[in-house]
C-alpha cells in the first residue's frame, strides 16, 4: 500500500506537456507551495465578489466564494490530517510524507474547489448552458465537432476551474499555476469529459478537450487509469465531504441572518446531531444575540461531522483506495450525519431556494448572460471563421475589451469561444452586472 500512496501523493508539476520533477522541502514542501499560488492568483482573489448562494447581499455577514473556499479548506484540512494518522498507524503512509502533508494537500484542493464558477454561480452555469442550446444560436457552434460543443453545452464550473489553474493562470496555455500532481487529483470528484458525461446521461464533469491532455498525464502519473477511463483520487471525497459540509451549515446560518429562518430552525435541522454534540441549551442561552447562538451551533456541527467523515473515510478505506467507493464521503457517515444533511437540503430547496429576491436575481441572470454572449461570440465569430473581413466597429472594440484574452490569430473557433467563456466566467457578479447594463444601454456610465 506505500507504493500505491507514493503515486498518489506524487509532488510532480504539469509543466507544459510534461511534468516536472522538485524536490521536496520539509520546511516548505510542494503542497505549501501549491496553496500560495491559488492564495494569491488573481482568479482566487475575485472569489470575494462572487455569489456563494445569496447574490449582490449588502449584510457583510454573508457568505461568498472566497469566505467559502477557506472554510471548506479549513475543514478538509482537519479531515485528512485524521484520515492521514490513520494511514500512517496502518503502515501504508510512504517515509516522507507525513499526516499534515495530505492536509495541505486538500487544503491547497479546496482552496481551489470554486476558483472556476461564473458570476451568480450555479444560476451563472445554467444561462450558459442555456445560451449554447438555443437554436437560434446553432449557427455559432455547429461547424465545431460534437465532442468540443460539448463542454459549452453542459458547461460546468468545475471544468472551468481546472482550466483556470492548468491554463490561464501563471502560465498562460503552458501548465497555469503548475500545480502539483496529487493536489490536482485532489480537485477533480468528476474524472470525465463532457462528452464522456453526456454519453453517460450525467451532468457533472471535471475537465474540457483543450485540458485532456493534461489531465491524462496528471491521473496516468496518480496511478488512476481504471480500464478505459479513470478512478476518482482518495483524497477527493475528503474535498467533497469539506465541501458538503460547510455549504448546508453555513447555507442555513446565512439564511438565519438574512430572516429567512429563525435558530430555532437551525435547531431543528441539526437535531439528529444533538446527541453526538452533547448539545446544552443552557449554553446558548447564555450568549447574547442569535448570530452568536448560530456561530456556536455551525462550530459544533462542523466538529462533529469532522470526525463522522474521518471515521467513514477509515470504515470504508479499501472502497476509497480503490476507486469502487460508488457513494459521496457524507453519505457514507453514520445514519445521524445522513439525516442532518437530508434535514438541511430540504430546508436549503423548501425555503433558501425559493426566497424571492434570490429567484428574482437568478432569472435576470439569464438575461445578463444573453446580452454579454451576445457580445462576445459574434464577434470572436466573425474574427476567426470569417477572417475578421466584416467585423463591425462594435466588434473590434469587443474584441479590444477582451484584453488578454483576445482570440489570437491561430485560435480555432473552439479555442475562440473558450477564450470568451473564461473572460465571462472571470468576471466579478458587480462587473457582469455593469457591463450588461452598458451593453444594453441602460448603465448611467457612472
Not at 17 to 43: G, K, M, Y
Not at 417 to 434: C, E, K, P, Q, S
Amino acid at each position: 500500500m506505500k507504493e500505491r500512496w507514493e503515486k498518489l501523493l506524487s509532488f510532480r508539476r504539469p509543466n507544459g506537456e510534461s511534468l516536472a520533477d522538485e524536490v521536496f522541502e520539509p520546511a516548505r514542501n510542494p503542497f505549501v507551495i501549491d496553496q500560495d499560488r491559488i492564495t494569491f492568483s488573481s482568479s482566487f482573489r475575485r472569489l470575494s465578489k462572487k455569489t456563494q448562494v445569496h447574490p449582490l447581499s449588502r449584510n457583510d455577514h454573508i457568505h461568498n466564494r472566497l469566505t467559502h473556499s477557506m472554510e471548506v479548506a479549513s475543514v478538509a484540512r482537519s479531515i485528512a490530517v485524521a484520515v492521514g494518522w490513520r494511514i500512517k498507524e496502518k503502515g501504508h503512509l510512504p517515509d516522507i510524507f507525513s499526516p499534515d502533508h495530505l492536509g495541505h494537500i486538500v487544503q491547497a484542493a479546496c482552496q481551489a474547489h470554486d476558483i472556476g464558477n461564473p458570476p451568480f454561480g450555479h444560476a451563472g452555469e445554467s444561462a450558459i448552458q442555456d445560451w449554447f442550446h438555443d437554436p437560434a444560436n446553432h449557427r455559432y457552434i455547429k461547424d465545431i465537432p460534437d465532442v468540443c460543443q460539448a463542454d459549452f453545452r453542459l458547461f460546468d464550473g468545475n471544468a472551468q476551474g481546472f482550466r483556470v489553474v492548468n491554463a490561464l493562470e501563471n502560465n498562460k496555455d503552458k501548465g497555469g499555476l503548475r500545480l502539483t500532481s496529487a493536489t490536482l487529483g485532489a480537485l477533480v470528484k468528476y474524472p470525465v469529459s463532457a462528452y464522456e458525461a453526456n454519453g453517460r446521461g450525467k451532468k457533472k464533469f471535471n475537465y474540457y478537450q483543450s485540458e485532456k491532455n493534461i489531465f491524462t498525464l496528471v491521473f496516468d502519473e496518480l496511478g488512476l487509469r481504471n480500464g478505459s477511463g479513470y478512478a476518482r483520487h482518495p483524497l477527493s471525497y475528503i474535498t467533497e465531504a469539506a465541501d458538503d459540509i460547510c455549504y448546508r451549515i453555513v447555507d442555513i446560518e446565512d439564511a438565519r441572518e438574512l430572516k429567512i429562518l429563525s435558530f430555532k430552525d437551525m435547531l431543528d435541522v441539526t437535531a439528529p446531531l444533538h446527541g453526538d454534540m452533547k448539545l446544552d441549551p443552557a449554553k446558548f442561552e447564555a450568549l447574547d444575540s442569535d448570530r452568536r447562538r448560530a456561530s456556536m451551533l455551525r462550530t459544533m456541527v462542523v466538529g462533529t461531522l469532522i470526525q463522522a467523515a474521518a471515521q467513514a473515510f477509515d470504515d470504508n478505506y479499501d472502497a476509497i483506495l480503490t476507486g469502487s467507493a460508488e457513494k459521496s464521503l457524507i453519505a457514507l457517515c453514520h445514519e445521524r450525519a445522513v439525516q442532518y444533511m437530508e434535514n438541511a437540503k430540504n430546508v436549503f430547496n423548501g425555503k433558501i431556494k425559493n426566497e424571492p429576491q434570490k429567484i428574482a436575481l437568478e432569472i435576470g441572470t439569464y438575461s445578463m448572460y444573453r446580452t454579454l454572449l451576445n457580445v462576445f461570440i459574434p464577434a470572436c465569430y466573425g474574427k476567426i471563421k470569417e477572417n475578421g473581413e466584416n467585423l463591425s466597429y462594435k466588434d473590434e472594440r469587443a474584441l479590444d475589451l477582451m484584453g488578454v484574452n483576445r482570440p489570437a490569430e491561430s485560435d480555432d473557433l473552439y479555442t475562440g469561444y473558450l477564450r470568451v467563456i473564461d473572460f465571462i466566467t472571470g468576471m466579478t457578479d458587480n462587473y457582469a452586472t455593469f457591463l450588461a447594463e452598458q451593453f444594453s444601454g441602460s448603465g448611467t456610465g457612472k
